[in-house]
């Protein structure tokens, strides 16, 4: 069995049923997905997401570097520092 869309449902809504071997039905709805406009991302959530993103490929030091390169960006003269953070 596969996965179908709903197209009656919001963008940002899941409505999921899965049927185990033994024949139950479990249930579960998210009306607002994590990250929608209704649900957004919390600071924290996406220190968290991206950190498991792009940890792999940079590191994590380098990986806080460039977050804090971001949160300073306002006051930056240059963006030649948030260039060469992205560089693996």
């Known amino acids: 069995m596969g996965a179908t869309v709903d197209p009656s449902i ?4 899941a409505d999921v049923t899965v049927i185990t071997r033994d024949g139950r ?6 009306e607002h997905a994590i990250g929608s406009l209704e649900r957004p991302m919390t600071d924290v959530d996406l220190e968290i997401k991206f950190h498991g993103l792009v940890d792999p ?6 990986a806080k570097r460039l977050i804090d ?3 300073a960006l306002w006051s ?13």
């Open 57 to 62: 490929i940079l590191g994590r030091t380098k």
């Open 69 to 71: 390169a971001c949160a």
């Open 76 to 88: 930056a003269t240059e963006v030649r520092t948030l260039t060469e953070l992205v560089r693996p």
């Open 25 to 30: 039905r479990l249930r579960t709805r998210v």
């Open 10 to 13: 919001g963008e940002d809504c």
